[in-house]
């Protein structure tokens, strides 16, 4: 009897899980730890520590608009391995810092190695490996954020009140590194054919005699696609929908402190949404393969909407109940989700610069958002105020999806 074998793309999804359990984990979603020490022992504003987060979603945003390029000169797999290395001494280079610029500096080259590790390259890579199950890899991968801030955000909260913000630094950049070089060196592949694989799910659209290795993949040039209104305004709503859902992963720590909760209750409560994000990727990961593009959008959109809303009454149990719907369902749109709205509805002929064009959007809401929030708590002592003008713009978002994803689809193609 035949044991049917387990496809080697699944050991990639594992390699980048790693990534971003750790990496993900760490640099994304504990920076909210970090800001009220910070600024409390070197006397920065919170608008000021918020611009290190500005700098790495710029400095993201550059690299995401010229992933096409990119691409075309360098190769993905060596820009991997160098930014294994230049990461962890971006991130210990912080624990060295007695001023803002120098925050600042370390910032751009800590932006510069996430870019090389993460979101950018792991969608491309999976999307290489997967015709179909595409969106339960990409879930299955991008849930480790999730679960590394699960993991990650009460063990820096402990350090930091044990023994200070500049060891959180200096411990987790040795972990960062540790992870990293484990699954760039020894797990990832670039593309199945690497090791003389197709992509799963490839013999359901070839015949068993089609190479395919030679074939054009569909899809629309970006060149082409950049001058439509259509491919525009999903850019646009693309941008908004994930600054504005993103904002509670950012700021959900320092608010529930703002509002009464303690530091440790706050640290536990964000590390509970950490799992639900990580369970919500999985989640949302079938729910594309399953119900397509134009519903699992719609609906991930609509849970980040509740969650936007409930951060604002998070002093109520029922609030902080949306805040984790927010959290778990809509959080995931933007690494779950996003790749496969750009894949099923341009195609894989352009991806890498479709894609990127489309990561440099939500760059440039990343890069506003922190300071536009930062700025709020400054301005008005709460975050709420902003909360309320990201609720008002998510909803516009979620009309431009509902008129232009397409409707008559069922499921995913491939």
């Not at 959900?252 to 994000?277: C, E, K, R």
């Not at 369902?329 to 610069?353: E, R, W």
């Not at 894609?355 to 536009?372: E, H, K, R, Y």
């Amino acid at each position: 009897m035949k044991t049917k074998k387990i496809f080697p793309g699944w050991l990639v999804v594992l390699g980048g899980l790693l990534i971003m359990v750790t990496i993900g984990g760490v640099a994304w979603n504990c920076v909210s730890q970090y800001i009220k020490p910070v600024c409390a022992d070197l006397g920065f504003s919170r608008q000021a520590m918020s611009m290190c987060q500005t700098i790495n979603s710029l400095v993201s945003m550059a690299i995401s608009l010229s992933w096409g390029y990119i691409l075309r000169h360098f190769s993905l797999k060596k820009l991997m391995r160098t930014a294994v290395f230049t990461l962890p001494i971006a991130y210990y280079g912080y624990s060295l810092s007695g001023s803002i610029w120098g925050f600042y500096a370390c910032s751009v080259l800590l932006g510069l190695s996430l870019a090389f590790l993460m979101t950018l390259p792991l969608s491309l890579i999976i999307s290489n490996w997967f015709d179909e199950k595409r969106g339960i890899a990409l879930g299955v991968c991008f849930m480790g954020s999730g679960l590394g801030g699960m993991i990650f955000n009460p063990l820096v909260a402990r350090i930091i009140l044990r023994f200070g913000w500049r060891t959180a630094y200096r411990s987790m950049a040795g972990v960062m590194f540790a992870a990293a070089f484990i699954a760039v060196f020894f797990l990832l592949r670039i593309r199945p054919e690497e090791v003389g694989l197709h992509p799963l799910g490839w013999e359901k659209t070839h015949g068993p005699g089609d190479g395919g290795a030679d074939e054009m993949p569909e899809g629309e040039d970006f060149r082409d696609l950049i001058r439509t209104t259509r491919f525009r305004l999903i850019a646009l709503s693309l941008c908004i929908s994930n600054t504005a859902i993103g904002c509670i992963t950012q700021c959900l720590s320092p608010h529930l402190s703002d509002n009464g909760y303690s530091i440790q209750t706050a640290a536990w409560l964000v590390s509970l949404g950490m799992g639900l994000l990580a369970v919500g990727k999985i989640l949302l990961g079938e729910i594309y393969d399953r119900v397509g593009t134009r519903r699992g959008t719609l609906l991930a959109l609509t849970c980040g909407l509740i969650g936007v809303i409930g951060m604002i009454f998070c002093r109520s149990r029922l609030a902080l109940a949306a805040v984790y719907l927010g959290q778990g369902i809509g959080c995931s749109f933007g690494t779950v989700g996003v790749p496969i709205v750009v894949q099923n509805l341009f195609g894989k002929k352009d991806y890498a610069s479709n894609f990127g064009f489309i990561s440099a959007c939500t760059s440039v809401g990343g890069a506003i958002s922190p300071t536009l929030n930062g700025a709020v708590f400054d301005h008005f002592g709460s975050y709420n105020p902003a909360f309320a003008l990201w609720a008002v713009l998510l909803t516009g978002a979620l009309a431009v999806y509902w008129v232009l994803l397409p409707r008559e689809e069922a499921h995913l193609k491939g």
